[in-house]
Every structure is written in structure tokens, then in C-alpha cells.
């Protein structure tokens, strides 16, 4: 098996950086983000020099207006920041097509693992892109390369504001023994304080626990640990968004309606697009989801399961359909109805040797694949399943 | 014996941490980057360290290298980018974090190759820079690779000769403005020849897997080493040569081709 090639890029203080992208005057003014018409508003995102004067993410304004006087406060704006998220992502995205975005953050992963033919290897390929986004979009990213998700995450937070950081696949544990547990991802601060009272400072200390001594302590939670002071994550670069855990799709009717027919059309043309999204991002989803919103408020949502997920749109279908005559019983007219998928599964990139899918499923796949095609090319809605009418 | 074979010769490539190399057979199937070292110093003597052009060395990662390589192995490491290319942070300041990261080194290390860009010619500004640059590495091994054809002065080599700081040799395709292939010694302790293919059309299409894309020929490196090789051998202590064509195993391959070709001369 070959070492895996995951890069990490982090802008550091995104919308911080975007802000003095937009407007050069901000460039060495300490900057603080938050909505300033907001009564009890809290920090967004704060510039180095508010950060050294004791600013951070989520203090309230009041508070930090005081630990740093000079700063100038401006309101966020989300849609410029997902619009600087965008463009880097459509950068990276020429190098891997594997690429998880924080959601506008300046976070992003990039599995290279297998493109060294194409492109040369890991480290220029990250090299290359940082000068491309500072060339293009002003932006200087810190960026890491290793072997996993964990190790290259931490390995940004080593070196930001700026610079950049190889672990080389095997050093793992041995770079992470001598930091600090908080360097680690994923570890709340009450672990840290009970790993304080056992003296335990160090992320080092932490792998040299066995399963058995950290289940005493950490019960279900111990086997993460376990892997995570090791350096060890399996999790895979998911394309899309981080933390974005359901793919949601929803329609309002015109008139509230109480046809079943109408119903049933407007959840298979829902499904079509979560099924496109599915696939587009590489994942399986093993439960759907419909929500049916009533004309006097009120709401049912019902879900059925597949366990071993599909983003193919006919088994969807079926799924939501199923969902829907759970969900279908009261004798008021429905608003508005959606489709929730989640608990997703990656989908395996890898062709099975053995044909394990019948003609029909045959079919079906390629039906599904020749209409994401058209979709790309000409938009959404302009094809569709003959169930949808 | 002649001069020129009492000079030892230390091959090596440039790099050895290349998943394609897998595939192309130098290294067995299903070896992993941690086990790729220590393959790599049963073939080779010496290694060049690349990843410190792309990241400040740190000594940490440096002695976890050593560990994993023989004691006698020995290793050649580029200068980071941060002093020859991209010189937009304090240069003084990664001049000290170098310096640091890269002393664990010091038993085994064999040359500190300072590469500079092709577009840094001889302006008064540069040569300012250089000379401080090189100062500033006093006490290390140093070999200065320049890509600029306005380097190519004997007065430049006269300087390097008085601070018996090696000029590097290189093989590359024939372009106006790259430094010549020159067998100029100003190191009488030690010659430094790095070649990088001859892949004119790849050198200029900016994409590195098709610029070092080239594969030596037995006849090219035979020329090679009864002419330029011969005479930099004669006139120095030690030598060292790396392969920096490392598309497809290119350079191990040409690196084990030229050691047959001194062994057969030796013997």
C-alpha cells in the first residue's frame, strides 16, 4: 500500500486576509471581524496584532474592543469569504479532484497521493500552488504535507502565520511526542485536565498509555485517542465541505397541496439532485430523510435506512418514497417538504474486480452518469427521470 | 594510477523519497516511504536532500534522518528556498534557523548546495547578497550552483577559489542564458556535478516531471567522464555527483551506469 500525500493549505485569519485583499488601506491596521449591530456580538476573525493584544475567535466585541483599542471593527461578510473560498478551491481542484474545504475558512485538504506522474511530487505540487494563490489571489497560505489528515493539521498550527511544514511518512509519532496535548486535534479541554491530573502534558506521554490504561479513564473515547497521540487517522479527504454532514433539498409548493401524486413527483426530482451531489462528492448516504412542513405549522419527518448507503438515484428513490408514506397520514395540505440524506460513507474509488452489479444496476449507472453530464453542461433541472412526472 | 583515479567519487541522486520509483522497479513493490533510506543506501553512498529547498530544515527531523541511514552514509543538503529564491522574509533570521536546523548534520554532511534561480544574474545587488549569504554559511562545506549565464566570470571564480567555495558542475541543455557546463575547480577539496538531463523541450515547458525527464545513454556518460569528469578529478580531493533526472527511476538507473563505468576504469 502506498503512503498516502495529504496537503493541508490554511489562510490564516481568512477574512481578516480577504477584507485587506478588498481594501489595501487595511494592511497594517489591526483588524477585528464581527457584527457590529449586534448587541451581544461575539469576534468572527481577528488579525495577528489583535491576536497578540489578547483577541480571540468568539470573545465578546466589548471585551475585545478593550484589550485592543486600535483595531478596526468591520462587519462580516460571508458571501465574499465563500466567494474567495471558491476561487481557491477551483485552484486546487486542477491538481486533485479529492479537495475538503472548511466551510470559509481557508481550510483545505488535498489528497495528491498517486498524482506525482502528472504533476512531480507532493511537496512541489504545494509549493506550486501557495506561489499560484499568493500570484492570483493575494492570498499567502501556510501549508503541511503528510501521510494523514491529523498529522498535517497540526503540522499548519506549527507553523502559521506563515511557512510551511513536511512530515515525512513513518515520523508521525515521533513528531508529535513533544507538543502540547492542545495541539491536538480533536481533544476537549476537560481531557486535557484530566490528563493534567494524571501529569500528563504531553502529546508523547499521551501514546504511552496503552488501550487498556486510556479505557479506564476515556471509555469509548479511548480508542480515538489511542490512534490520534500516534499520529495514526484513516479518515479520507471527503470532497465538499467539512463538517457538512447531510446533503438537505428542499421545494415549497406554490399552493399547499394534498395530492400524493404531486408529492411522490416532487420528492423524485429532490432525489435526482441529492443523488447528483452524492456523486459529484464521492460519498454513499445510508439514510434518507423527508420532512413534510403543514399548512398550520406543524411537521413530520420520517427516515429509512440502507446499510450499505447508494448514491444511485433509483435506490434513493425508493428510500424517500418509503420515508414518504411513513411520513404521509394526516389529512392537511403540505407546505413545503424536503429531503434529508445523511450518514455517509465514502465511495470507494476502486473498481470491484468481479461484476457484482446486475444488467438493470448496469444500466441504471449508466442512465445516472450520462444525465450528470448533461446536468454539468447545461444545468440542473434539464434533464430528468420519467418518475418525476 | 592516474591523478585523476587516486579522486574518490561519491554518486548519488537527488532525492530518493519518489513513489514512482516503486513503480519503476528501483525499489521493491509495496516499499513505503520509511523504509525507502535505507534501501537507497545499499545502492548509493550519498544522497542530496531537496525537501530543504522546499521547508527550513529542523533539527529534529534531520537526526530522525540520520538515524535511519548508515553512519558512513553521507548527504549533500540544498539551501531553502528562502535564501536563494523566494527572499521575502528575513533573511538573516532563516539564515540562523538554517544554521541550527541543519548542525545534527554536521558528521555526515558532505555539502550544503546553495542552487540559485535562473533569473538571479550578476547585479550589483546580487553579488552584495551573495557575498553576505556566503559569509553567512562560514564553517560549512559549500558548493554554489548558479543557473545565470552572467556568473560565468573569472572573477567570480577567482572569489569562490579565495573562499575555497566549490562551483557546481552542471549537465543540462544547451540554452542562452543557463550557465554553462564548466570544468572550472575552485574547491581543490572538492568537485560538485549535478545532472539534470538534457531535455530542452521539457526544461522549457515549465512542467517539472517533463524537465527532468531524460535518460543518460552508456556512450554520453562515457564522453562524460573521459572529458569533463577526468578533468575535474585530476584537480580536486573528493567528488561528488548527483542525478537529478528522477522522473521514472531515470536518475538511480544513470547513477548505477556511471559507477560501473569508473568501476571498469578502476579495475
Known amino acids: 500500500m502506498q503512503d498516502r500525500a495529504i496537503i493541508h493549505f490554511n489562510v490564516t485569519d481568512f477574512a481578516v486576509a480577504v477584507e485587506r485583499i478588498k481594501d489595501s488601506s487595511l494592511k497594517d491596521v489591526p483588524l477585528i471581524v464581527a457584527a457590529t449591530r449586534a448587541s451581544r456580538a461575539v469576534v468572527y476573525d481577528m488579525s495577528e496584532e489583535a491576536y497578540g493584544d489578547g483577541v480571540r475567535k468568539g470573545m465578546r466585541l466589548t471585551l475585545a474592543r478593550k484589550y485592543c483599542r486600535t483595531a478596526q471593527v468591520l462587519a462580516p461578510q460571508p458571501a465574499l469569504y465563500r466567494r474567495a473560498m471558491m476561487e481557491l478551491v477551483k485552484r486546487v481542484r486542477v491538481f486533485t479532484p479529492l479537495v475538503e474545504q472548511g466551510v470559509e475558512d481557508g481550510h483545505l485538504f488535498l489528497d495528491v497521493t498517486g498524482t506525482h506522474r502528472l504533476f512531480g511530487p507532493a511537496p512541489y505540487i504545494a509549493w506550486r500552488l501557495r506561489k499560484q494563490l499568493q500570484r492570483e489571489l493575494g492570498l499567502d497560505p501556510v501549508w503541511s504535507l503528510a501521510s494523514n489528515k491529523l498529522v498535517s493539521k497540526v503540522a499548519s498550527r506549527m507553523v502559521r502565520p506563515f511557512g510551511e511544514y513536511i512530515v515525512g511518512a513513518g515520523e508521525e509519532q515521533a513528531f508529535l511526542a513533544p507538543l502540547p496535548l492542545s495541539m491536538l486535534p480533536g481533544i476537549g479541554p476537560k481531557e486535557i485536565q484530566l490528563l493534567a491530573d494524571f501529569n500528563l502534558s504531553r502529546i508523547g506521554q499521551l501514546a504511552g498509555l496503552s488501550r487498556e490504561q486510556l479505557q479506564v479513564a476515556f471509555q469509548e473515547r479511548s480508542s480515538s485517542l489511542y490512534d490520534a497521540s500516534r499520529g495514526r487517522d484513516g479518515s479520507v479527504v471527503l470532497p465538499g465541505k467539512t463538517g457538512d454532514e447531510h446533503v438537505t433539498r428542499g421545494h415549497?409548493?406554490?399552493?399547499?397541496?394534498?395530492?400524493?401524486?404531486?408529492?411522490?413527483?416532487?420528492?423524485?426530482?429532490?432525489?435526482?439532485?441529492?443523488?447528483?451531489?452524492?456523486?459529484?462528492?464521492?460519498?454513499?448516504?445510508?439514510?434518507?430523510?423527508?420532512?413534510?412542513?403543514?399548512?398550520?405549522?406543524?411537521?413530520?419527518?420520517?427516515?429509512?435506512?440502507?446499510?450499505?448507503?447508494?448514491?444511485?438515484?433509483?435506490l434513493l428513490r425508493r428510500l424517500a418514497l418509503a420515508a414518504l408514506d411513513k411520513a404521509w397520514g394526516r389529512r392537511v395540505r403540505i407546505r413545503s417538504c424536503a429531503l434529508v440524506c445523511d450518514r455517509f460513507l465514502p465511495r470507494s474509488r476502486q473498481k470491484t474486480l468481479f461484476v457484482l452489479s446486475t444488467p438493470r444496476q448496469l444500466q441504471q449507472e449508466k442512465v445516472l452518469s450520462a444525465m450528470d453530464r448533461v446536468s454539468r453542461r447545461f444545468g440542473d433541472g434539464m434533464i430528468r427521470l420519467g418518475t418525476a412526472f | 594510477m592516474t591523478d585523476s583515479m587516486r579522486c574518490p567519487v561519491f554518486i548519488g541522486t537527488s532525492g530518493y523519497s519518489y513513489t514512482e520509483w516503486v513503480d519503476s522497479g528501483f525499489y521493491p513493490p509495496g516499499t513505503r516511504t520509511p523504509g525507502m533510506l535505507s534501501l537507497y543506501a545499499d545502492v548509493f553512498p550519498i544522497v542530496e536532500l531537496n525537501y530543504t529547498w522546499y521547508q527550513m530544515v529542523r533539527a529534529e527531523a534531520i537526526s530522525r534522518l540520520i538515524a535511519s541511514a548508515p553512519k558512513s552514509f553521507l548527504f549533500a543538503a540544498k539551501l531553502t528556498r528562502t535564501l536563494t529564491h523566494e527572499r521575502d522574509r528575513d533573511w538573516k533570521h532563516e539564515l540562523k534557523l538554517y544554521r541550527e536546523g541543519i548542525r545534527p548534520l554536521e558528521k555526515q554532511l558532505a555539502a550544503i548546495l546553495v542552487q540559485l534561480p535562473p533569473g538571479f544574474n550578476r547585479s550589483v545587488q546580487n553579488r552584495y547578497y551573495l557575498a553576505h549569504l556566503l559569509d553567512g554559511l562560514h564553517g560549512f562545506p559549500l558548493a554554489v550552483e548558479f543557473r545565470h549565464i552572467s556568473w560565468a566570470r573569472d572573477s567570480v571564480f577567482r572569489e569562490l577559489e579565495e573562499r575555497r567555495i566549490t562551483l557546481v558542475t552542471v549537465d543540462a541543455p544547451s540554452m542562452p542564458t543557463l550557465f554553462p557546463c564548466l570544468d572550472v575547480v575552485t574547491n581543490p577539496d572538492l568537485f560538485f556535478?549535478?545532472?539534470h538531463g538534457r531535455n530542452l523541450q521539457g526544461w522549457q515547458s515549465g512542467n517539472i516531471q517533463k524537465k527532468f525527464d531524460y535518460s543518460y545513454s552508456r556512450e554520453e556518460l562515457a564522453q562524460w567522464n573521459q572529458g569533463v569528469l577526468k578533468s575535474l578529478r585530476s584537480r580536486s580531493g573528493k567528488g561528488l555527483i548527483f542525478f537529478n533526472n528522477h522522473v521514472r527511476a531515470q536518475a538511480p538507473d544513470n547513477g548505477k551506469l556511471l559507477q560501473s563505468i569508473l568501476e571498469k576504469e578502476q579495475a
Open chain 2, 193 to 195: 556535478v549535478r545532472f
Open chain 1, 252 to 314: 415549497t409548493f406554490a399552493q399547499d397541496t394534498g395530492m400524493y401524486a404531486e408529492l411522490k413527483s416532487v420528492v423524485s426530482i429532490l432525489t435526482h439532485e441529492v443523488g447528483r451531489i452524492l456523486r459529484q462528492r464521492g460519498l454513499l448516504g445510508r439514510r434518507m430523510g423527508v420532512v413534510l412542513n403543514y399548512s398550520d405549522g406543524s411537521r413530520t419527518i420520517r427516515r429509512t435506512t440502507h446499510k450499505g448507503g447508494s448514491d444511485n438515484d433509483f
